[in-house]
């Protein structure tokens, strides 16, 4: 596989792996199902992947850890903190609010290196900022681990464009992680011409819509009682019913192309820019594999036009998040 560059020092796979859904927020799944799945991703030249200490919370760092052991030397692992967790809950209940304090923040690394069981993380993030703390501050302390070489790269996610740049004035961020797909467009504008004129990778989660692009599902009773998507205002019946049609369109322009609806919005994605890596998950090995394979799509400007137009987000019903909590989408 390709690679692009995150920063001016890390250098991954075009294609990354969101790892959260093998133990958080979908379902999860069994844990030799989910080894096998990692292992065939770096099979693949996927070496980029992409946990936190927030799912499960701690039970998908130590699974990517222990998956990921004996390709140590051939990864890129990259890990997030940033909230107070209540480890007598599980799931999304477990967050208890967001913690950007620098002595938090070593103390989250420590645990982290110690779940991964390795020596440095490869892109540590701060998962949310803390509006209580200044940014100067989170970062000088993650800097610390930098200098301390317990930490190769940093990076923030779900921050705009001023905080980017106080940041990266402290110390230089090696990406962005926001989510970013055809129906959530909202780092277009300030937020990525900020890390195109940085140097800074973006990293956009769920560029599949959260799997609603794959078309692959079509109701909300497909999803399961624990499934975070339950809780987000474009997967109510109603939303997901009207915007069903959105989907044909994007399936039946893949069907033209002889790809999969899932590739086509991938590969949307990847076009627009070659410091942009995305992370779509995967628990199946199959989607996994059509996900590595969209990074050998190339679509010409009218494709992306066309499409761009054709899915406006302001077409989708339903925001992207409801009043699930104050760190939710918060920059």
């Known amino acids: ?173 090696s990406a962005l992680q926001s989510e970013y797909s055809l129906w959530t467009r909202d780092p277009e504008g300030d937020i990525l011409d900020a890390c195109r004129e940085l140097g800074i990778g973006f990293v956009p989660f769920s560029p599949l819509g959260r799997g609603f692009l794959t078309g692959k599902i079509h109701k909300a009773e497909e999803l399961g009682d624990d499934d975070f998507r339950r809780t987000l205002p474009r997967f109510s019946p109603e939303n997901m019913a009207a915007n069903a049609s959105l989907v044909k369109l994007l399936e039946d322009m893949a069907a033209a192309k002889g790809i999969t609806a899932a590739q086509l919005a991938l590969a949307w994605v990847l076009n627009q820019g070659d410091f942009i890596v995305p992370i779509p998950g995967a628990r199946k090995i199959a989607h996994l594999e059509q996900n590595v394979a969209a990074a050998r799509i190339a679509l010409a400007p009218e494709e992306l036009r066309t499409l761009g137009e054709m899915l406006a987000p302001e077409k989708f019903a339903g925001n992207r998040y409801g009043d699930t909590g104050a760190w939710v989408g918060k920059r």
């Open 1 to 173: 596989m390709t690679k692009r560059k995150l920063g001016p020092h890390l250098a991954v796979s075009a294609v990354g792996l969101g790892c959260m859904g093998m133990s958080h927020a979908y379902g999860g799944q069994d844990e030799r199902d989910a080894i096998r799945t990692l292992h065939r991703a770096v099979e693949l030249g996927v070496d980029f992947f992409d946990t936190a200490e927030v799912y499960g919370p701690f039970e998908n760092e130590i699974l990517v850890g222990k998956a990921l052991k004996p390709y140590r030397d051939k990864v890129a692992i990259a890990t997030k903190f940033g909230f107070r967790i209540d480890t007598s809950k599980h799931g999304a209940n477990a967050i208890a609010g967001v913690d950007g304090r620098p002595e938090h923040v070593r103390e989250v690394a420590e645990a982290s290196l110690k779940r991964l069981g390795v020596e440095a993380i490869d892109l540590f993030y701060q998962h949310r900022p803390d509006p209580q703390v200044p940014i100067e501050d989170t970062v000088g302390a993650m800097a610390d681990l930098v200098n301390a070489g317990k930490v190769r790269a940093l990076g923030l996610s779900e921050v705009g464009a001023e905080t980017l740049r106080r940041a990266h004035a402290v110390h230089p961020m």
